[in-house]
């Protein structure tokens, strides 16, 4: 073994340790929000920051930093994968280095703390319960911000951790052609009167039948059971633990199956992207998704270019209404297709419909930028939140568990995230186009349930290649196109223009 190869498997076994403390980190993650007992949360939110500041030690480490030092003169003698490891390493090591250690521990503590406190705070429609803890969060971020630096806008710091190498800059031209598109969309679309009739849905479904129909629509869109499994939660999510342990939440609505069937698709397609990642990254950060972009891309394609199209249904929808049982035997695809797209602006997010989706997260980024640049406070934020939902939705939250305290993102510091939703449907839109490109009619494909052949599209194109490249350099190896709302445009156009007759 050469002096070089001795220092890679060094170098490796380093970054496997971070990564069981990351594994042990996720599982401990799983467990506060899928029914650990409130009196528990305290100690483990210390145990939580305790393996946090080890494994952020271990980042900015001299050692690392020898690592570093030593592998990346020699760039040109590393295979891809090494070459993507150092860099990642680097950037988090740069990243981190400029955070004391213990602000690190104490911001970790207090999100974990913070997420149980906003549970609490969501079901009594409480936001004074949970403002303290969110004031000492943006606290924090601004205070990161400034250590991490900027060239433009202090958003661009946070954007960085979610979708790397992009700005604020760059997504506001795309975000600015999607908002006047979609408020003349729904403005045609409120014109002509024309709603659905979705009372069909508001019929109770037992928790268990809507489990076994979640587990169905998973195998169906492939995922691995063996490797992978269903719980559920007050707030849906995805968690990967290892490549043979993807884990999916869900959460049941007795009176309307239709939250947890499109949660599970949401959250399914994400871990279809985590199942596909080249088992040889395994053990380091590059098995992972190349940015939440990305991964966002992942779950609004299932749940949505899939899961609310036409043809999909039209090869499932027996099936669906057998699982459903015989109270449901009258319902028709006709009213089913209606039923899954209707438009109309709502209060809660994970529940809009495609066409007003991105006004809620257009909501969202606004105030987030306000409040890091400091041009609004957290005690400002619910009637913020009104008046934005009343601009942007045309509807205003009665209490703040519909408006402020909907989302448990802020509560976990994930500031930067929300714009990943928008990108996300935006790259989903793109990689339909690029597959009805190499695999001819999308339409077809779905009517036949040729599922697996899109999935192995997307395994080749995105999913093997986890954290090799960067987002927007795996957006072009995969569509040859540059990012651009001009796909999401036409596919939001071309399907509700003749839905709704405009």
């Known amino acids: 073994m050469t002096a070089l190869e001795q220092r890679l498997s060094q170098f490796y076994a380093y970054v496997a340790r971070m990564q069981h403390y990351r594994e042990a980190l996720a599982l401990m993650a799983w467990d506060l929000r899928t029914g650990a007992p409130p009196k528990g949360v305290s100690a483990r939110a210390e145990a939580v920051g305790t393996l946090s500041e080890d494994v952020f030690a271990m980042a900015v480490s001299e050692r690392m930093e020898e690592f570093l030092g030593e592998l990346e003169p020699v760039r040109e003698q590393l295979d891809e994968r090494t070459r993507a490891l150092v860099r990642e390493c680097r950037r988090e090591f740069d990243r981190n280095r400029k955070i004391p250690r213990e602000r690190y521990r104490e911001f970790v503590v207090l999100t974990t703390r913070a997420e149980s406190v906003w549970e609490e705070a969501k079901a009594k429609g409480d936001f004074l319960l949970f403002r303290p803890y969110l004031e000492q969060i943006v606290t924090f971020l601004r205070e990161f911000v400034e250590y991490w630096g900027y060239e433009e806008d202090p958003y661009d710091a946070l954007l960085d951790s979610y979708e790397p190498g992009v700005r604020t800059r760059d997504i506001d031209p795309l975000f600015r052609r999607l908002r006047e598109e979609t408020v003349r969309l729904v403005g045609e679309i409120a014109g002509t009167g024309r709603r659905p009739d979705t009372s069909a849905f508001l019929r109770s479904v037992p928790p268990d039948r809507q489990r076994e129909l979640c587990r169905w629509v998973l195998d169906v869109i492939g995922f691995d059971f063996e490797g992978g499994r269903l719980d559920e939660t007050v707030h849906p999510f995805e968690i990967s633990l290892n490549p043979g342990d993807v884990r999916v939440t869900t959460r049941y609505e007795p009176g309307d199956v239709r939250t947890a069937l499109f949660s599970v698709l949401h959250e399914g397609g994400h871990a279809l992207y985590e199942q596909g990642i080249d088992p040889d990254l395994a053990g380091t950060p590059l098995w992972t998704g190349a940015s939440m972009g990305i991964h966002e891309s992942q779950s609004r394609f299932w749940e949505n270019l899939v899961g609310r199209s036409l043809p999909f249904w039209e090869r499932y929808f027996g099936e669906l209404r057998h699982r459903l049982g015989p109270e449901w035997a009258e319902l028709t695809l006709e009213q089913f297709y209606a039923g899954i797209n209707d438009v109309a602006p709502s209060l809660i997010r994970t529940e809009a419909d495609e066409v007003t989706y991105n006004l809620h997260i257009f909501l969202r980024y606004d105030l987030e930028r306000a409040l890091i640049a400091g041009s609004l406070e957290v005690r400002d934020l619910p009637e913020a939140w009104r008046e934005q939902s009343r601009a942007l939705l045309g509807v ?68 093997r290649y986890g954290k090799l490249f960067d987002p927007l350099d795996l957006l072009r190896r995969a569509t040859g196109e540059e990012p651009s709302a001009e796909p999401l445009v036409r596919y939001l156009r071309n399907k509700y223009g003749p839905l709704y007759g405009v």
């Open 396 to 463: 205003v939250p009665e209490g703040d568990a519909e408006g402020v305290l909907q989302d448990v993102h802020w509560a976990s510091g994930s500031f930067g995230y929300f714009p990943t939703y928008t990108l996300g449907n935006l790259y989903a839109a793109q990689l339909r186009e690029a597959i009805a490109r190499d695999l001819g009619d999308w339409d077809g494909l779905l009517r036949e349930g040729e599922l697996g052949a899109v999935l192995r599209w997307l395994r080749d194109r995105i999913h």
